[in-house]
């Protein structure tokens, strides 16, 4: 299907969501506020950047961009974070040094992201992105369009500034997963989030060197990656944000899905 066609189906999805959403959003506004209520609000995490040593003499840099994951909520450092936790992976299998930075804030939307971190990133060379965005976006019910409309100005805003750079989206955050929320949440946001996912990667078909890992994060997922059965809970610091487990499970598969890109993995290596 063409992504003319994809976004006519994905519109017709959001529309019947919104259509059934619409008169439970009185109910998910309270039960938004009974979770606001319980949930502990937990800082971002310290130390926005740093190096990983390599005996070999190459470095590149890494930056990442994005929402409260990205900031490390969940973890006291970015280094033991997601951001870390990559850079670390990236460098074991390139064998090279790199230096990351993070740019993100914990609550902004893609369109916030391009108004306030954007024009604040200093760098003028970087050899690769890293974005992880979507939760927000989904809980504000932003629109596929809206949404698809963001994300291309994000990714021409990032092209403009460092030309063909790789830039990786990460996969859409698994709402329908979180202990946190209630079951009506769970389905309406759930939804919505991987409506959200299908309308970011037909705007990544329109750019060249702009990847998006498709896979919707699971349970047995996890579990493969990380070879051992654990309770829902330890997934999740406080019933919402990854915990230290899964930033570094995470971290690690996108790591791999860039290793195991040629594309990607050849550039980063000349």
Not at 111 to 139: R, S
Not at 142 to 148: L, V
Request: no cysteine; net charge neutral.
């Amino acid at each position: 299907m063409s992504v003319k066609g994809n976004s006519f189906t994905l519109n017709l999805k959001y529309t019947g969501l919104a259509l059934l959403g619409i008169p439970l959003l009185p109910i998910m506004y309270f039960q938004g506020k009974k979770i606001r209520a319980k949930v502990p609000k937990l800082l971002e995490a310290q130390g926005n950047e740093g190096l990983v040593e390599s005996p070999n003499g190459r470095k590149l840099k890494l930056i990442t961009i994005g929402e409260s994951t990205i900031a490390g909520v969940g973890v006291a450092t970015h280094e033991e974070g997601f951001t870390g936790t990559l850079a670390k992976a990236l460098s074991e299998k390139l064998h090279t040094k790199i230096s990351w930075k993070v740019y993100a804030r914990s609550g902004y939307e893609a369109k916030t992201v391009n108004q306030k971190l954007i024009p604040k990133i200093t760098e003028t060379e970087v050899d690769l992105i890293v974005i992880g965005l979507g939760a927000n976006d989904a809980f504000t019910l932003n629109s596929p369009w809206r949404w698809a409309a963001d994300i291309d100005t994000l990714i021409l805003a990032l092209k403009s500034k460092f030309g063909e750079a790789p830039i990786v989206f990460t996969n859409m955050p698994p709402i329908k997963l979180f202990p946190a929320f209630t079951p009506l949440i769970k389905f309406v946001m759930g939804n919505l989030v991987e409506i959200l996912g299908e309308a970011l990667n037909n705007v990544i078909q329109q750019h060249s060197n702009v990847y998006y890992d498709t896979r919707i994060i699971s349970f047995e997922n996890w579990t493969e990656e990380i070879g051992i059965q654990a309770e829902p809970s330890a997934y999740f610091s406080d019933g919402v944000h990854p915990s230290l487990l899964t930033y570094q499970i995470w971290a690690k598969a996108i790591a791999k899905l860039i290793i195991e890109n040629e594309t990607i993995s050849t550039g980063l290596a000349k």
